[in-house]
């Protein structure tokens, strides 16, 4: 099933992407947990993710770099602000410099992602609220709806594979 929806609200300064699985939403929440799993499908197909940190505690912090086709490695950090296993996660989102580290002076977006069970399946809900229109335009611009909807589309693979040696 995987991405069902995108929606970008420029009113309220929102990139919504709701996505269902087979599967149940503790499965789900495994691939936000799991740093290895996680990579896996945090950027694009073009893009693989490789996660340097991932301390997924409220508070903790996580880097992590994307690798481009050209060699090209942009890199970001997120900010756990709330968890609430197997339901809910808050965090911030922001770009990272060479080092991995937040560029200064560059506000970080706020995003959740909600899981709730739909019948036999998972509805995954990430919500990312940007702090004004000149970043909202600035990340759309770098195609991040594309990316999340091609990035949360390989969900599905990793969920297959648990299932299958489950």
């Not at 050209?70 to 911030?92: H, K, N, Q, S």
């Not at 809900?125 to 589309?153: K, P, S, W």
Request: no cysteine; proline share 6%; hydrophobic share 40%.
């Amino acid at each position: 099933m995987t991405v069902i929806s995108t929606h970008k609200d420029a009113e309220n300064l929102t990139l919504t992407v709701v996505a269902e699985f087979d599967a149940t939403p503790e499965d789900v929440w495994e691939v936000w947990e799991n740093p290895r799993k996680l990579e896996r499908w945090w950027g694009p197909p073009t893009f693989p993710a490789t996660f340097t940190r991932h301390d997924f505690v409220v508070g903790g912090e996580s880097r992590y770099l994307m690798t481009g086709p050209e060699g090209e490695t942009p890199r970001g950090w997120w900010r756990i602000d709330a968890i609430d296993r197997p339901r809910r996660l808050d965090f911030a989102n922001g770009l990272a410099g060479d080092d991995g580290e937040p560029v200064q002076g560059m506000e970080p977006t706020s995003a959740y992602m909600i899981l709730e069970a739909v019948g036999d399946t998972a509805r995954m809900t990430a919500v990312t609220h940007f702090v004004d229109v000149e970043q909202m335009n600035l990340l759309l611009g770098m195609g991040m709806q594309e990316g999340m909807a091609q990035a949360i589309g390989q969900i599905d693979g990793l969920l297959t594979s648990s299932r299958s040696r489950a």
